[in-house]
């Protein structure tokens, strides 16, 4: 046979095919928390093609004339689904998107709601603006056909702080930052519950690339004082209680940062400060691993450059 | 002409053992850096990494090949980059024991290829899944505009476990591979650590090093022993920074 360069690619496309070939199917299953208030939750996973970047947690809120999302999802195939999902549950279309903040696996199937308003704070969409191309990459990447279609949508909706009547609903914007520099909590007063987004989260490991963990523990202080009931964390399950996942989330950036500083100290390289033993009390967080050697790239080289005195002077 | 090109690489391939990861690279890469000596891969030496590579242009690398003896040279190695070979350092008088951080340009293997003074080179090594352009994109202090402020700044640590300093340095410098346009291959190619007079080890260091070097090794040393760190650019740029041992904290 001769090897002409079309056979060549040829044998090389079929071998990823026959690898990847699986079903895109997203299955969504929303369970009701309180009075026309249903969580959906995502996979206490990384993003990988097994989830389809369906890792995040999102709310279905029923209003009177029209569905409310509180996050939508990685994808467009994602929200097509949701989209339905949402119609059947409420028996109403989806009027109102908000997006808590940046990351693509909460907002990037806002494509799917054309006929919703998008919204998210002025600094989200800065934000979006900024960075989206760049995340959109990562994800096709991650997770190729999954994505296929998905364009991210910067909200053409502005939230501002207070409280606010949608579709009949009333729900109180509380935009803060420190997981990201601009995350919005929703707080349903019907319900009393809180939905958080990725300032908390639950029996997963935090994860950091965009966050400011001075900022973040302080923002927690003012999320435990806020009044509500349940907790609704960007990643995890439920929490009744609505305090148990703030102060675990608190916990871990606490001893992260303690850890990261000692791992500096102690002259470890950044291998060794992400393998690091995890105290048992985190025994129960899906991804702790996973997120410490996250962060560990996020923070170890500022963190040297400010621990570590000049030589040269 | 074209069958001379395809047998060369064959005929090679038949006297080193094959390539446990299978890389297309191995059999080119192998005839460059080892030559006829013998290879073995060989699990002796560590190469120890991050689970993914959460950053492309800064994925950290801990190699120890303490469990080999009589250690000369400790080549990093990822196959697929543009610039393939990251460090080569020889421990003269220090562990053979480095930890440094590199650009990856795509999903590669990363290895550690480790020669003894039997002439013998032991390697091991990963595939690690990476985003692109770790080579290709401008590192941050290109796009910040602040690199020549800081360049050439060293800053270091160094810290005794039992009779040894675990040190750590920082240079700041743009580490630019030449791939990224209009700005030129430039980047720290050699580094040497010293206590006294006494020449610990010697690194020589390629572009695929990532921006702002940051280097690991472990060195004989007592409490207020002075380590002295010398080095040199691709424009002949001189680094040096001292260091004195601190007991651990």
Same mark, same amino acid.
């Not at chain 1, 009547?165 to 349903?188: E, K, Y």
């Not at chain 1, 009044?227 to 916990?251: E, M, N, V, Y």
């Not at chain 2, 047998?7 to 690279?25: H, Q, T």
């Given at each position: 046979?001769?090897?002409?360069?079309?056979?060549?690619?040829?044998?090389?496309?079929?071998?990823?095919?026959?690898?990847?070939?699986?079903?895109?199917?997203?299955?969504?299953?929303?369970?009701?928390?309180?009075?026309?208030?249903?969580?959906?939750?995502?996979?206490?996973?990384?993003?990988?093609?097994?989830?389809?970047?369906?890792?995040?947690?999102?709310?279905?809120?029923?209003?009177?004339?029209?569905?409310?999302?509180?996050?939508?999802?990685?994808?467009?195939?994602?929200?097509?689904?949701?989209?339905?999902?949402?119609?059947?549950?409420?028996?109403?279309?989806?009027?109102?998107?908000?997006?808590?903040?940046?990351?693509?696996?909460?907002?990037?199937?806002?494509?799917?709601?054309?006929?919703?308003?998008?919204?998210?704070?002025?600094?989200?969409?800065?934000?979006?603006?900024?960075?989206?191309?760049?995340?959109?990459?990562?994800?096709?990447?991650?997770?190729?056909?999954?994505?296929?279609?998905?364009?991210?949508?910067?909200?053409?909706?502005?939230?501002?702080?207070?409280?606010?009547?949608?579709?009949?609903?009333?729900?109180?914007?509380?935009?803060?930052?420190?997981?990201?520099?601009?995350?919005?909590?929703?707080?349903?007063?019907?319900?009393?519950?809180?939905?958080?987004?990725?300032?908390?989260?639950?029996?997963?490991?935090?994860?950091?690339?965009?966050?400011?963990?001075?900022?973040?523990?302080?923002?927690?202080?003012?999320?435990?004082?806020?009044?509500?009931?349940?907790?609704?964390?960007?990643?995890?399950?439920?929490?009744?209680?609505?305090?148990?996942?703030?102060?675990?989330?608190?916990?871990?950036?606490?001893?992260?940062?303690?850890?990261?500083?000692?791992?500096?100290?102690?002259?470890?390289?950044?291998?060794?400060?992400?393998?690091?033993?995890?105290?048992?009390?985190?025994?129960?967080?899906?991804?702790?691993?996973?997120?410490?050697?996250?962060?560990?790239?996020?923070?170890?080289?500022?963190?040297?450059?400010?621990?570590?005195?000049?030589?040269?002077? | 002409?074209?069958?001379?090109?395809?047998?060369? *690489?064959?005929?090679?391939?038949?006297? &080193?053992? !094959? %390539?446990?990861?299978?890389? $297309?690279?191995?059999? /080119?890469? #192998?005839?460059?850096?080892?030559?006829?000596?013998?290879?073995?891969?060989?699990?002796?030496?560590?190469?120890?990494?991050?689970?993914?590579?959460?950053?492309?242009?800064?994925?950290?690398?801990?190699?120890?090949?303490?469990?080999? *003896?009589?250690?000369?040279?400790?080549? &990093?190695? !990822? %196959?697929?980059?543009?610039? $393939?070979?990251?460090? /080569?350092? #020889?421990?003269?008088?220090?562990?053979?024991?480095?930890?440094?951080?590199?650009?990856?340009?795509?999903?590669?293997?990363?290895?550690?290829?480790?020669?003894?003074?039997?002439?013998?080179?032991?390697?091991?090594?990963?595939?690690?899944?990476?985003?692109?352009?770790?080579?290709?994109?401008?590192?941050?202090?290109?796009?910040?505009?602040?690199?020549?402020?800081?360049?050439?700044?060293?800053?270091?640590?160094?810290?005794?476990?039992?009779?040894?300093?675990?040190?750590?340095?920082?240079?700041?410098?743009?580490?630019?591979?030449?791939?990224?346009?209009?700005?030129?291959?430039?980047?720290?190619?050699?580094?040497?650590?010293?206590?006294?007079?006494?020449?610990?080890?010697?690194?020589?260091?390629?572009?695929?090093?990532?921006?702002?070097?940051?280097?690991?090794?472990?060195?004989?040393?007592?409490?207020?022993?002075?380590?002295?760190?010398?080095?040199?650019?691709?424009?002949?740029?001189?680094?040096?920074?001292?260091?004195?041992?601190?007991?651990?904290?």
């Amino acid at each position: 046979m001769r090897l002409t360069r079309r056979t060549l690619l040829g044998g090389m496309a079929a071998l990823p095919v026959a690898v990847r070939a699986q079903s895109l199917d997203y299955r969504i299953e929303p369970v009701e928390v309180g009075d026309g208030l249903w969580i959906v939750r995502g996979a206490d996973a990384p993003i990988e093609r097994g989830n389809g970047g369906a890792i995040a947690n999102l709310a279905i809120l029923a209003g009177d004339e029209a569905a409310i999302l509180i996050d939508c999802g990685p994808s467009l195939r994602y929200g097509r689904v949701l989209d339905a999902v949402a119609r059947k549950l409420t028996g109403k279309p989806v009027g109102h998107v908000f997006l808590t903040h940046l990351h693509p696996d909460h907002g990037f199937a806002a494509g799917a709601f054309a006929n919703a308003e998008v919204a998210g704070t002025a600094e989200v969409r800065r934000e979006l603006q900024a960075t989206a191309a760049g995340y959109a990459d990562g994800m096709y990447r991650l997770l190729g056909d999954w994505m296929r279609g998905t364009e991210p949508v910067v909200p053409a909706a502005t939230v501002t702080a207070g409280e606010r009547l949608v579709a009949g609903r009333r729900l109180v914007f509380a935009p803060m930052a420190g997981h990201s520099p601009a995350d919005l909590v929703v707080t349903d007063v019907a319900t009393g519950t809180m939905i958080a987004g990725d300032l908390v989260f639950h029996d997963r490991a935090p994860s950091t690339p965009d966050a400011d963990l001075a900022t973040w523990r302080k923002t927690l202080g003012t999320l435990a004082a806020m009044s509500h009931k349940g907790l609704l964390p960007g990643h995890g399950p439920f929490d009744p209680g609505g305090q148990a996942a703030i102060a675990q989330t608190l916990d871990w950036i606490d001893w992260l940062e303690s850890s990261l500083r000692g791992s500096v100290a102690a002259g470890l390289d950044m291998v060794a400060a992400g393998e690091v033993a995890i105290p048992a009390r985190f025994d129960g967080l899906k991804a702790a691993r996973y997120e410490l050697q996250r962060s560990v790239s996020h923070f170890y080289p500022r963190l040297e450059a400010e621990l570590f005195p000049r030589a040269d002077q | 002409m074209l069958a001379i090109f395809m047998f060369a *690489p064959v005929a090679m391939a038949a006297a &080193l053992p !094959a %390539d446990p990861l299978g890389s $297309p690279m191995w059999a /080119d890469h #192998a005839r460059v850096l080892f030559a006829d000596a013998p290879v073995e891969f060989d699990r002796r030496v560590v190469v120890d990494m991050p689970m993914l590579a959460e950053n492309q242009r800064v994925f950290p690398v801990a190699i120890d090949a303490s469990a080999l *003896p009589d250690v000369k040279r400790i080549v &990093l190695l !990822a %196959d697929l980059n543009p610039i $393939p070979v990251a460090i /080569d350092y #020889a421990p003269t008088g220090a562990a053979p024991v480095v930890s440094v951080r590199i650009k990856l340009d795509q999903r590669t293997p990363v290895r550690a290829a480790v020669l003894t003074g039997d002439g013998r080179w032991h390697i091991n090594g990963a595939w690690i899944d990476a985003a692109g352009g770790g080579c290709s994109a401008p590192p941050v202090s290109r796009v910040k505009g602040d690199w020549a402020e800081h360049l050439g700044e060293v800053r270091a640590r160094a810290v005794l476990v039992g009779a040894e300093a675990r040190l750590r340095v920082a240079i700041r410098h743009p580490m630019d591979t030449g791939l990224v346009g209009n700005t030129p291959l430039y980047h720290v190619e050699e580094l040497s650590v010293w206590r006294g007079e006494t020449r610990l080890g010697s690194m020589k260091l390629w572009a695929s090093v990532a921006e702002d070097p940051a280097i690991g090794l472990i060195l004989p040393a007592a409490a207020g022993d002075t380590l002295t760190i010398r080095g040199r650019d691709t424009n002949g740029r001189e680094i040096e920074g001292r260091v004195a041992v601190q007991a651990a904290p």
